[in-house]
């Protein structure tokens, strides 16, 4: 029963609780500062039975604050309500909602006996309604509305003590009419207009700055999310490209797997047709090779931390095999100082990684006279180098810290190749590095540890 109760009350909207907390301290204000209109009328009579007119300043200022809190929380209740009620609506209807129930709160509490100015409230939800649609805001910007509003509330509620407005129907209550009765007795009007504008001015003043604050703030936030839908768009984006990257490798996948079933049929062909026993064994043993062939194919492609022993020699021919070296128009090279030369590794993947460099290498020569390529392997005690080198168009300084970016590109290929390659060569602890010449060509050093009886 304890859990259901905890359950429900976790359930229970904050700005519901909020809502009857404010309601009733709104109902139970009047009798609050009741005290405090009684000290005003104190200091109205002080003033007049003295002639001091500072009484009448500060019978104004505790009246005026004391409406501009009963004001001020009246809105507070017509904010909350509407945005727990009509959240679906749009801003402008809200707005009107919000004046609508303001003004409703106000007459019926002026029934109760609060004290109402429906002009100056009038005026002041106007202007509300003007700074908060400058500054862009929504309900969800609740407590920066509600600074805006109280700044409001405190510098108009000023003009009900203030004679000038007395024409405009805005201070017609008991106690601003008896201390503007009481500043024309003492021959204090004058004052009293001053004393309510250069409150009411800087308080205007600081509501449209702390408006155009916000609206500053409001509008680097749409920048800030605009920019993150971006961002993650252009994620969304590369992830597909990506996509479409493992799907262009499991084609040359398929393509891979075809060779040593041709062999598997053609072999099994040749031993349904012949009846020389003595052929059986080889021609199984190819077809033992051929089939094992096609496991590491696969075991390769699908695992990617799958590693074996290859030799350079092997792997070099594996990637001949996948480019095209018999193109007339570009000159291949490939130099090996030793075949046997072994690394341990992914086979499919690390020849996928070359043969994404010579790829682009073969669209950077594309404009030039004497296309080459070349591929190059050298090696010390522990590290095998593979240097792949062209002489194409070259790249620039500031475009070759962006390579390995995806979706980067400087030859106008998809930009996958590259960071592609980087990431199977980080995987096998290598590690690849660029240098390149503007029209003088590129070379692409890829580095693998080599493999050796004592290290795998």
């Not at 429906?118 to 400058?134: Q, R």
């Not at 073969?362 to 390529?373: K, M, P």
């Not at 194409?392 to 500031?398: A, L, M, N, T, V």
Request: net charge negative; proline share 2%; glycine share 4%.
């Amino acid at each position: 029963m304890i859990n259901y109760y905890k359950s429900n009350i976790k359930k229970f909207p904050l700005e519901v609780l909020i809502l009857v907390f404010i309601t009733f301290f709104y109902l139970a204000l009047p009798s609050l500062i009741r005290g405090n209109w009684f000290s005003v009328v104190v200091w109205i009579r002080e003033a007049i039975h003295t002639g001091d007119g500072a009484k009448l300043f500060v019978a104004s200022a505790s009246l005026n604050f004391s409406y501009a809190l009963i004001a001020s929380t009246a809105y507070f209740i017509a904010l909350l309500s509407v945005k727990f009620t009509f959240s679906h609506q749009t801003i402008m209807t809200q707005r009107l909602m919000i004046l609508g129930l303001y003004m409703l709160i106000r007459l019926l509490s002026w029934a109760l006996g609060v004290p109402f100015e429906p002009m100056l409230d009038l005026v002041t939800m106007v202007f509300i309604i003007l700074l908060t649609k400058y500054a862009r805001m929504t309900l969800k910007n609740m407590s920066a509305e509600l600074v805006i509003a109280l700044q409001l509330f405190i510098a108009l509620q000023w003009l009900n003590t203030m004679p000038l407005m007395t024409s405009f129907h805005i201070g017609q209550t008991e106690l601003p009419v008896s201390i503007k009765i009481a500043g024309a007795y003492l021959d204090n009007g004058f004052i009293q207009n001053m004393i309510s504008i250069s409150f009411t001015l800087p308080l205007l003043l600081s509501a449209v700055m702390t408006s155009m604050r916000f609206r500053a703030n409001n509008t680097v936030m749409t920048v800030l999310e605009e920019n993150i839908q971006k961002a993650k768009e252009l994620k969304d984006a590369q992830t597909k490209i990506m996509e479409n990257r493992v799907y262009k490798e499991v084609n040359a996948m398929a393509h891979d797997l075809k060779t040593p079933l041709v062999t598997i049929r053609g072999l099994n062909s040749m031993l349904m047709l012949s009846k020389d026993m003595t052929k059986l064994e080889p021609y199984t043993e190819r077809i033992e090779n051929a089939v094992e062939k096609m496991n590491e194919l696969i075991s390769g492609f699908l695992y990617g931390s799958h590693r074996q022993r290859i030799s350079i020699g092997e792997l070099i021919n594996y990637v001949r095999a996948q480019v095209p070296i018999d193109n007339d128009a570009i000159d291949f090279s490939f130099e090996t100082e030793n075949d046997n030369i072994l690394v341990c590794g992914n086979q499919i993947r690390l020849s996928r990684a070359i043969i994404n460099i010579i790829e682009n290498a073969i669209i950077a020569t594309a404009n030039q006279t004497d296309r080459l390529v070349s591929l190059k392997c050298r090696s010390d005690n522990e590290t095998l180098q593979i240097c792949l080198e062209d002489n194409g168009k070259g790249i620039e300084d500031k475009d070759i810290d962006h390579l390995f970016d995806i979706g980067y590109s400087g030859v106008g290929s998809t930009g996958l190749g590259l960071p592609f390659a980087k990431q199977i060569i980080e995987e096998h602890d290598g590690r690849i590095q660029i240098e390149s010449n503007l029209n003088q060509g590129t070379r692409v050093t890829i580095s693998l540890q080599i493999c050796n009886d004592e290290k795998e």
